[in-house]
């Protein structure tokens, strides 16, 4: 698959300890992307963040390592593709019963081509 031009970046944010079924909800959110089919997808650790039902901020400064740190996934692929797998974060969301925050961007792709 090759992919140029037009698209849009889906960035979904969450916690580090939100869990679907004893697994982690990211994980689970990118086994549902390549599944669906989605170009790639990547998962940012915050440093530092805080959200809407938690407002204490959340760090990893060396004494809370284990604190609930922040979670950015990060997915890039075609309008109606990317539309088409906001049903399935919304369910994994309404399930898990989590907060989080999904956003989508315009965005050019330069170039991706998947290697040999």
């Given at each position: 698959m090759k992919l140029?031009?037009?698209g849009k970046l889906?960035?979904?944010f969450l916690?580090?300890?939100d869990k679907?079924?004893?697994k982690p909800l990211y994980e689970v959110i990118v086994l549902k992307a390549r599944e669906h089919g989605l170009a790639g997808a990547?998962?940012?650790r915050g440093v530092e963040?805080?959200?809407a039902v938690s407002r204490v901020i959340h760090t990893a400064k060396i004494l809370r390592l284990s604190e609930d740190l922040p979670i950015v996934i990060e997915i890039v692929?075609?309008?109606e593709k990317v539309?088409?797998?906001l049903p399935i974060i919304d369910h994994l969301f309404e399930k898990v019963g989590c907060g989080g925050m999904i956003t989508i961007e315009k965005t050019d792709i330069i170039k991706y081509t998947p290697g040999k």
């Open positions: 140029a031009g037009d889906l960035r979904i916690g580090e300890m679907h079924e004893h990547t998962v940012l963040g805080f959200g692929d075609t309008e539309k088409s797998f």
